[in-house]
């Protein structure tokens, strides 16, 4: 059992940058696929980013391609996700996400372990 706990989420100016982190316990960090989602209100849930457990591949959503960064430290089993020139529509709350696997994975649905997310508001 695997359980994430994200950081790092607050209220930020349009053009600034926030930086939130995902902290996981209970498994072999190494192992495990990592991904972010958000969801805003009354929206479903969307795919951000996903790194593969290596660390070696990353994949992002089209909307933040260019503007997020995945990465991870697997000595210290965090993932993060730097994120820059934020705009008003990236206003949610970010999810992280682990699934055992070498692939990259962009489906909410593949993930096996979720974090309680953390709130990311961008004011215009």
């Known amino acids: 059992q695997v359980q994430l706990s994200e950081s790092g989420g607050g209220l930020v100016q349009a053009g600034g940058s926030l930086r939130l982190s995902c902290a996981a316990s209970g498994g072999t960090f190494s192992r495990y696929a990592m991904g972010w989602f958000r969801q805003a209100p009354g929206k479903e849930r969307e795919f951000v980013a996903t790194?593969?457990?290596?660390?070696?591949?990353?994949y992002y959503g089209i909307s933040v391609k260019g503007r997020f960064t995945i990465s991870r430290d697997n000595a210290n089993n965090t993932v993060f996700l730097q994120m820059n020139s934020l705009k008003p529509e990236d206003t949610a709350v970010y999810y992280c996400?682990?699934?055992?696997?070498?692939?990259?994975?962009?489906?909410?649905?593949?993930?096996?372990?979720w974090g309680q997310g953390t709130q990311v508001t961008v004011s215009s």
């Open positions: 996400a682990a699934k055992i696997g070498r692939s990259l994975y962009t489906g909410g649905n593949m993930y096996d372990y």
């Open positions: 790194i593969s457990a290596s660390g070696s591949s990353t």
